[in-house]
């Protein structure tokens, strides 16, 4: 099974602040990689599809980028309601989620 | 607009099998590029993926479920089910319903939209 890993675990960042989360695979995954935002008690999101095609009606400050084992989500300029965890999937074999990223406002 | 609604028992003894409905409105389950899943997610940790299936009953499993789990179609009703055996608390969870894009490779990719869950616990 291809391992996806997320770093940090969580982190606090105030508005207007830059944010990165990395999502490290096990194995080479090309570009099949999705991003997710889940709010406190909702459904998930799809944000980012191939590592970095952004879903129509989603924020321009949200950014994907990598490929291979390497992948990272950009927040560029973070807003109140970007308070969320988010989740990094990759559907190269099989489909498997990281642990997830929480993001909290300072 | 497409909607996916999860339904099914709340509460599920151990050793019973928890059934689940997606009711699928605003489209056709009957479309060829996409599939249909169920992901689960149990409270306070992350998400894994069941399984998913496309309208003409072909299905992929997660591996580490794949023995406990049936899913199905019905386009007749546009929806399709979950069928998970031999429960435990570790099966406690909220479960998803989703869309889910069937590439051009022809695998399985992202899932979007998403139900809005249904927890379901199990418990004697």
């Known amino acids: 099974d291809i391992q996806m890993t997320q770093s940090p675990s969580s982190l606090s960042a105030s508005v207007g602040d830059r944010v990165t989360i990395t999502c490290r695979a096990s194995?080479?995954?090309?570009?099949?990689l999705n991003w997710y935002q889940q709010k406190p008690g909702k459904a998930p999101k799809l944000l980012i599809s191939?590592?970095?095609s952004l879903q129509s009606g989603v924020p321009s400050r949200f950014s994907g980028s990598g490929s291979g084992t390497d992948f990272t989500l950009t927040i560029s300029s973070l807003q109140p309601e970007d308070l969320a965890t988010y989740y990094c999937?990759?559907?190269?074999?099989?489909?498997?989620f990281g642990g997830g990223t929480k993001v909290e406002i300072k | 607009q497409l909607l996916l609604q999860e339904s099914g028992p709340g509460l599920v003894k151990p050793s019973e099998t928890l059934s689940l409905t997606c009711a699928v409105s605003?489209?056709?389950?009957?479309?060829?590029?996409?599939?249909w899943g169920w992901i689960r997610q149990p409270p306070g940790k992350g998400l894994e993926w069941i399984a998913s299936?496309?309208?003409?009953?072909?299905?992929f499993y997660n591996p580490s479920l794949e023995t406990r789990v049936t899913i199905s179609v019905d386009t007749s009703k546009n929806q399709f089910s979950l069928k998970l055996s031999s429960v435990t608390a570790a099966d406690t969870a909220v479960y998803y319903c989703?869309?889910?894009?069937?590439?051009?490779?022809?695998?399985?990719?992202?899932?979007?939209?998403w139900g809005q869950g249904t927890l379901v616990t199990v418990s004697s």
């Open positions: 989703a869309r889910q894009r069937l590439s051009i490779t022809g695998a399985i990719d992202w899932f979007d939209p």
């Open positions: 605003g489209d056709s389950i009957s479309t060829n590029t996409y599939y």
């Open positions: 299936i496309h309208y003409i009953g072909s299905t």
């Open positions: 194995e080479t995954i090309s570009s099949y």
């Open positions: 191939a590592a970095s």
């Open positions: 999937q990759q559907s190269y074999t099989g489909l498997t």
